[in-house]
Each structure stands twice: as structure tokens, then as C-alpha cells.
């Protein structure tokens, strides 16, 4: 087979046109290197050292804090996380910086950080949920309004995106992510890049993104956090780098190790990974940061015999800056002098550091923009911020089922509010809210009674909370149902149940709640079932015994008048999934974008369990890659969801039906909306190279547009796709775009949609 290498950036062509990192200008450059130059000459070793120090203000109490000032006056420390979470002194960024700048020997100021993950005070959807409005106007818009005000307080770096790709929702950490699709990952991952640093990283109100983790965190084995990752280096390139190289293309200042070993190195000390992959071949010339206390770790890994080695094995592989702990400050300079690490990578790495806080502007504008509490309170949860949280939860919700167009709701029917997340202001910000405080949450039953009147909502939870398998309430509930036209039933996920650490290997619906819901269901009421949750969940039978499913992921500040709005037909849902929904865990791991097999499944190849006759021959049921309990489909496939209307796809068209190998062709088709009311559909684009020099994917998106379209109303929307969005790793791990038949759709998910073929020569 003749192989074309071309490189082409990952081959997230599509996703790198739409990007537009701010650059500075060349003297700007020359400038920052030359300022640190400047300070390098000037710097004594436990300088230097001292800027790669982060310490957690969190874990100092107030016998340590006099210790860590008189460190920061002789400059051996670099910056601080976790500023406001100190119970003897929660509001330290002033003075602690004023301490760098005024008394320290270099006045380099501190750099501070914290996981700014979904908003800081005003708390957008959690990433899962961005992550299913497709939009990266909405994502970019969340992360630039965490930044304006996390910068208020002082903070200048955040531990966000998290863009691991996540193919397996018993991980905890499956709510941070942006889904299992590398090219939905790099656009979202990308666009909150852009948000959280704006146009211009020394504007005051800008923070440093950080993206982790690098790499292959969301592959931790069985869904178990901080376990081993096994990833074959050509998947890893394809699949889990290319977000990453996205990020930096948007102009990422920081990058963050990750926790587990891929491929039995901690990634912490991989140098495949932190010199290799980003150095040389992408030339990131931001700081590498650990993961909180990660060098360490690597002692009960089994990787470092202690915490000189860690150190040691760390600070090779190219990690900048140490979280949390101390290995870099008790032993790099012995290091140096044993000769174990030189001088010259020392430079590179404070280097590295101060180039960033170069860029932020550190120097210019050290403290925190809101220097009193009357400034704060102008800039935080402004009702610009609480509108754009409000849009971004209503573009999140993903309606997943609408028998009989149970939804919208009418206003003048009585509904019955059942359920154990019905009114819960702390569950609904998600997980990692830091900042978040419930007592500013928009919850769901205020919002519903503004919106249809007191009269009209009843109110009975059933359930204390999600994991309660009491049933005392039950009765209760079921006599509210009995009196109400229409059950809304509010379950799914406390929020404790997901994010670091908060795996599940039963991913059903907690405690009691499926016996609730069939109880509900036996009333014979229409049954609409919202769903707050950070990951897909086992749904059994209680997707048969609701009219209508809606996934609201945990929604954030806004939740209640966003719910309130799309339930009753004020917006109609727009969100897509952006992973595949497994039938239940035993389906796991279970993604779109898989390899054929040579014994592909099909709905007609195998006999399911329930049909197989007792006694039949070994090979009746058949032979084919599938589950005979939960089939070899997802119960929702990767980009699905359910408008208010209805949408045709029709005249799948080609400019060409051959592509050259520096070329490009376009594909269209008509979009219309043939239902009742105006809504948005989220075309995607699919292809499928038939045969390569590896197996090829039975699907990968290449591109995605949301279209706002009125009823009756059609579009012709069109896709440019070029060679290099074809191209993967070969065997030799060289990224090639080779010559052959490929197939294409126009889709509204990664199951269905108008197919074409094309060759490329």
C-alpha cells in the first residue's frame, strides 16, 4: 500500500481552523526572555528551587504560617493553591503577595491557583454537561466568567480543562470530562482555554488554564480512580493526546501530570509523555505542574524507592513545578551537586514558570483586582454571570425520551414534584464547586411555582436523598401523585457521588428510587423523569415506565429556571450526549468510535438470551462480538437527543466523489424541521476509511454544527472536509493520511444518518 505522511497537528484540522490563540508579538517574545534571562543571572540555586514550589495554603496551621511568610521572604516559594481555604487565614492573597513583591530577594510575585473547574462562584454545569450543549461559544463564555471573578479574589490559574477522554462511566471523574470523543474534547477543551485566558493573558481578569491529565487518566482500569492505564502508544496518539495538542494550539500556559502510570510508568516521571511528546514535537514552552502531592506517590507505586529518587525521576522527566509537597525543595540542589540533575534543567524549569507569570502580568498587576468588599461584590454573581449560567444549563439538557410529547408540560395541568432531587440547592452545583455556596442556588420548585402558580405544584420527595432506601415516604409521594395530572419525577446522582475518587462500579439509580418510580409509574399518571447526575446511569425499567426522559446532568446555579423553562416549552432542548450510554455496567467500556471486529455484530446476527431455546446447538445463538443480556448497541448512541420538533435530513450531496491527497471536498444535505416549534438540531459529520494499514474506527466525527431553525424552515448546511482530517498513526507511529475508499454521513447522532463514499487518492 503507497502511505502519504503528511503532518497535520493530530489531524484535528477542522477543530484547529476555528481556533484563535492570542500570540504575542515577536518583540513582546523577546521581551519576556530577555526579563528572564535577566533573572536567571541574578538567582541563587535555592531560588531558583524556591520557584518551583507550590504550596497548599489549605494543610498550614497557625503555628506554620509564620514559617511559610519568612519562606516566601527568601524566595522559596513560588506559588500557593487553595488560598481561601485556610481556617486560620482564608484570605491571605494579599498580604502573602505583598510579602514576594516587597521583601523577597528577586520581588517576584506568587502565583496562585485553584480548581476553578465549572465556574467559582457563579457555577456553571459541570464539564459533562457543557460538554453535551456541542457549543463552544458556551463553553468559551463559562470559563471567561469563572475567570472574571476567581480573578477578583486574586486567583490567576486555574487546574481546568480537565480533557481526559472518558470512555467508562464508573469513573468518578467522568463529570469533569468533556466525553469520549477526541474531536468534540479538542473543540470544548479548546474554546475553555480561550475563556479562562481570554484575549490577552495579562488582562488582571484572565487566568492561566491548565489542561490535565496528562495523559490517560480517564483509561484508569475498571473505572477505579488513580488506577493503572494500559494504552497502546497508537491509540494514545489518536485518541487521548489530541485534545491536549489542541489546547496548546489555543495558547495553554500550563499543563498537569496525571496520578496514574500509563503503561506502568507514573506519569509524573514519563518522559515519553513531558520532554518526547510536548517539548519536541509540540514545543510547549508553558510550566508542567504535578498533580497534588503525585511525586510522592510514586513511592507506594513502586516506581521511586524514596522521596529523593521521586524528586529525582520527577524533575528529569520535566515536571516544572511540584505541588503540595517538598521532594524539589529538600533535595534538587544535592541532586545537582551528585550530578543526578544539572544546573542548566533547573534554568529551563524556572524558566518555564516565570514565563508565564511574565505573560500573566504578574509584576504590573500582583494583587487581586477586588481590593475591597464593595468592589467583590460588583463582580461576582453578576446578572450577566446568572444569564449566561441560566443559557448554558438549558443548552445542556440532553431529552433522551417524549412518548405521547409528554413535554412540554402544559401550564394548566397540576403536577406532582416527586423525587430525592427535586429541591436540593447543594446537589444541583455538581461536583467540584470549591467556591459554590448552595444559599445562592435558583433551585426547581421556586422556579416552577413563579412560572405556573402555587396551585399548580405539588411537592412530596419520597426520598431524603439519592442513596436513601427508606421507603417510610413512599405513601406520601404516591397520595401527591394520586392529585396532580402529571408526575415530574426529580432523581439520578448527589453530587457526592461523582468526581475524584467517587467511583461506582453499580451505576443504577441509587437507594430506593427504581422502587419509587415503579410505585409512581402503577398510578397510571404520566410520568416525566429528570435525571441530575455527573455520569450516564443504569436506567433498567424505569425508561419503560417514564412517558419522558430528560438527562439534566447537575446543572448548576440556574438549574431551577433553566428546568423550569425547557419543561415548559419556553426553550426546547438542544443537547446531544457526548459519550455513549451504556445499557448497564456490565457494557462497559462502551464507545462509538470502536473497531469492527472480524465478527461484527448486527441486529440479526445473534439470538439475545431471552430467545435462545433450551437445549440448542453450541453455534444456534451465534457468533458475533456482542453481549446476549445487553445486546452491541448502547442504550443511547454518542450524539443523541430529542427536540420539541421533529427534524428530516434528505439530499446527501459530494462536490467530488474522489478527493486528491492535498485536497478537499464538501459535503451537504438539506436540514429541515418539519414539527411545531423552533428548535436546534446539532448536525454532525462521520467518516470511515474502510481499510488502512491499522483497523480503522467504525465512525469518527469530523465536524458538528448547531442550527437554530424555525418550523417549516430549511438549511442547506455544508462540510469541508480535507485529507488531513483523515490521517491517524501507523504501526511506526508515523501520522499518515493514506489513499482509499472511505464512507461519510450527515448525522444527528453516531448511529444513523444520510451515508455517502468518496475515494481518496
Keep these: 500500500m503507497t502511505t502519504f505522511l503528511k503532518r497535520v497537528g493530530l489531524g484535528l484540522v477542522l477543530v484547529s481552523q476555528c481556533l484563535t490563540a492570542p500570540t504575542l508579538a515577536a518583540d513582546s517574545k523577546d521581551r519576556i526572555e530577555q526579563r528572564i534571562d535577566q533573572l536567571l543571572a541574578q538567582m541563587t540555586t535555592r531560588e531558583k528551587v524556591g520557584q518551583l514550589a507550590l504550596r497548599d495554603w489549605g494543610t498550614f496551621n497557625s503555628e506554620d504560617i509564620p514559617k511559610v511568610k519568612q519562606a516566601i521572604r527568601e524566595g522559596r516559594i513560588g506559588g500557593f493553591l487553595n488560598v481561601n481555604f485556610n481556617k486560620a487565614d482564608d484570605n491571605a492573597f494579599e498580604e502573602l503577595q505583598r510579602i514576594a513583591v516587597e521583601e523577597s530577594p528577586r520581588h517576584i510575585p506568587l502565583l496562585f491557583g485553584q480548581d476553578v473547574i465549572h465556574g467559582y462562584e457563579t457555577i456553571f454545569p459541570i464539564p459533562l454537561g457543557q460538554a453535551a450543549s456541542w457549543n463552544p461559544d458556551l463553553v468559551r463564555r463559562g470559563a471567561r466568567v469563572a475567570a472574571q471573578e476567581a480573578s477578583a479574589d486574586g486567583i490567576r490559574w486555574t487546574f481546568a480543562p480537565m480533557i481526559d477522554i472518558a470512555r467508562d462511566p464508573r469513573w468518578g471523574r467522568i463529570a469533569e470530562s468533556l466525553g469520549e470523543d477526541p474531536y468534540l474534547t479538542s473543540a470544548l477543551g479548546a474554546a475553555m482555554v480561550e475563556g479562562f485566558q481570554g484575549d490577552d493573558l495579562s488582562d488582571p481578569a484572565s487566568i492561566a488554564a491548565c489542561a490535565k491529565h496528562f495523559a490517560g487518566y480517564g483509561a484508569a482500569e475498571g473505572g477505579r480512580d488513580y488506577n493503572s492505564a494500559y494504552i497502546p502508544e497508537r491509540t494514545l496518539r489518536d485518541i487521548y493526546l489530541p ?86 525543595d529538600r533535595y534538587l540542589p544535592l541532586l545537582i551537586e551528585e550530578g543526578k540533575f544539572s544546573q542548566q534543567q533547573l534554568d529551563t524549569a524556572v524558566a518555564n514558570i516565570l514565563r508565564i507569570k511574565l505573560r500573566l502580568g504578574l509584576w504590573e498587576h500582583p494583587y487581586p483586582r477586588a481590593r475591597t468588599a464593595t468592589a467583590r461584590e460588583k463582580m461576582i454573581r453578576t446578572s450577566d454571570a446568572l444569564a449566561a449560567a441560566q443559557q448554558a444549563a438549558e443548552e445542556t439538557f440532553v431529552l433522551l425520551k417524549n412518548d405521547q410529547q409528554l413535554l412540554p408540560l402544559n401550564k394548566n395541568q397540576t403536577v406532582a414534584v416527586i423525587g430525592p432531587l427535586a429541591e436540593v440547592p447543594h446537589e444541583q452545583l455538581g461536583t467540584w464547586i470549591y467556591n459554590g455556596d448552595k444559599k445562592y442556588s435558583h433551585t426547581l420548585l421556586p422556579a416552577l411555582r413563579q412560572l405556573v402558580g402555587d396551585n399548580k405544584v405539588l411537592y412530596a420527595p419520597g426520598l431524603a436523598y439519592s442513596r436513601d432506601k427508606r421507603r417510610d415516604g413512599f405513601a406520601k409521594a404516591i397520595a401527591t401523585a394520586n392529585k396532580a395530572d402529571v408526575i415530574l419525577y426529580v432523581g439520578g446522582e448527589e453530587s457526592i457521588l461523582t468526581g475524584e475518587g467517587h467511583s461506582r462500579g453499580d451505576i443504577r439509580l441509587p437507594g430506593a428510587q427504581n422502587a419509587l418510580v415503579a410505585e409512581l409509574a402503577k398510578t397510571g399518571k404520566p410520568l416525566a423523569m429528570i435525571l441530575m447526575a455527573g455520569r450516564p446511569l443504569q436506567l433498567d425499567d424505569t425508561l419503560q415506565q417514564a412517558s419522558a426522559v430528560m438527562m439534566a446532568w447537575h446543572p448548576g446555579t440556574m438549574a431551577g429556571p433553566a428546568l423550569a423553562d425547557v419543561l415548559y416549552g419556553k426553550t426546547s432542548p438542544s443537547g446531544r450526549l457526548p459519550l455513549s450510554w451504556p445499557v448497564g455496567a456490565g457494557q462497559i467500556p462502551i464507545y462509538y468510535n470502536h473497531m469492527a471486529t472480524g465478527r461484527p455484530a448486527t441486529d440479526d446476527n445473534y439470538t439475545r438470551i431471552d430467545d435462545i431455546k433450551p437445549g440448542v446447538f453450541q453455534h444456534q445463538p451465534g457468533n458475533s462480538s456482542n453481549l446476549l443480556d445487553y445486546g452491541h448497541k448502547p442504550l443511547f448512541p454518542f450524539g443523541y437527543g430529542l427536540t420539541y420538533s421533529q427534524f428530516t435530513y434528505r439530499d446527501l450531496q459530494l462536490s467530488h466523489k474522489e478527493m486528491a491527497m492535498d485536497g478537499n471536498l464538501t459535503v451537504s444535505a438539506t436540514i429541515a424541521n418539519t414539527g411545531h416549534v423552533p428548535a436546534t438540531e446539532v448536525v454532525q459529520l462521520y467518516t470511515r476509511d474502510l481499510v488502512g494499514s491499522t483497523t480503522r474506527p467504525v465512525r469518527e466525527l469530523k465536524g458538528f454544527q448547531r442550527v437554530n431553525l424555525k418550523p417549516g424552515e430549511s438549511r442547506r448546511v455544508s462540510f469541508t472536509l480535507r485529507s488531513g482530517d483523515l490521517s491517524f498513526h501507523n504501526p511506526a507511529m508515523q501520522q499518515v493520511t493514506e489513499p482509499g475508499d472511505f464512507k461519510v454521513w450527515i448525522a444527528p447522532d453516531a448511529e444513523s444518518g444520510l451515508e455517502g463514499a468518496f475515494i481518496l487518492r
Excluded at 503525585?294 to 507505586?301: D, G, Q, R, T, Y
Design 243 to 328: 485534545p491536549f495538542k489542541a489546547a496548546i494550539d489555543a495558547g495553554l500556559a500550563s499543563v498537569m501530570t496525571t496520578y496514574s502510570t500509563l503503561n506502568d510508568v507514573p506519569g509524573t516521571a514519563n518522559p515519553l509523555l513531558t520532554r518526547q511528546i510536548l517539548r519536541d514535537e509540540w514545543k510547549f514552552d508553558g510550566f508542567v505542574v504535578s498533580d497534588w502531592n503525585s511525586v510522592m506517590e510514586m513511592i507506594p507505586h513502586g516506581f521511586a524507592r524514596d522521596a529523593k529518587q521521586a524528586a529525582e525521576l520527577a524533575a528529569n522527566a520535566g515536571v516544572d513545578m511540584e505541588m503540595h509537597t517538598d521532594t524539589y
